[in-house]
């Protein structure tokens, strides 16, 4: 499996950005599709996540509210809208995959439960 994530840039705060994460994989739609993010110095911190149907989805406190996941089983894509940016979401951000057997929804926030990552695009919030 094959992540290519894509869409990070500069934004102002209070803009919107959108990512995308391109997937290879034949089982595309089974896989459980994460987002995480991270700064210099600090461990890869949990955004949001959707299952393969996409009609589960969860979300980091810090942005419920403010980013949607979603995905495209037929394009093998998995998206993150982001809107009402602000500087602390500053960050790489990384998709990642879940594959069968997918982690339970306890599981979902720990970057172990992922099996695959993507290279990771930089959001940059300016104040």
């Known amino acids: 499996v094959q992540l290519q994530a894509s869409g990070g840039g500069l934004v102002q705060a209070g803009g919107s950005l959108r990512l995308s994460c391109a997937a290879s994989g034949r089982d595309f739609r089974r896989y459980t599709m994460g987002w995480f993010r991270q700064t210099p110095g600090k461990e890869h911190e949990f955004v949001a996540a959707i299952r393969w149907s996409g009609g589960s989805t969860y979300y980091a406190d810090s942005v419920k509210g403010r980013f949607t996941i979603s995905r495209d089983n037929a394009k093998a894509t998995v998206f993150l809208q982001m809107n009402t940016l602000k500087p602390e979401d500053t960050a790489v951000y990384y998709c990642?995959?879940?594959?069968?057997?997918?982690?339970?929804?306890?599981?979902?926030?720990?970057?172990?439960?992922?099996?695959?990552w993507g290279q990771g695009t930089l959001v940059t919030v300016s104040s």
């Open positions: 990642a995959a879940d594959v069968p057997p997918v982690s339970i929804v306890s599981g979902l926030t720990s970057q172990s439960a992922y099996e695959y």
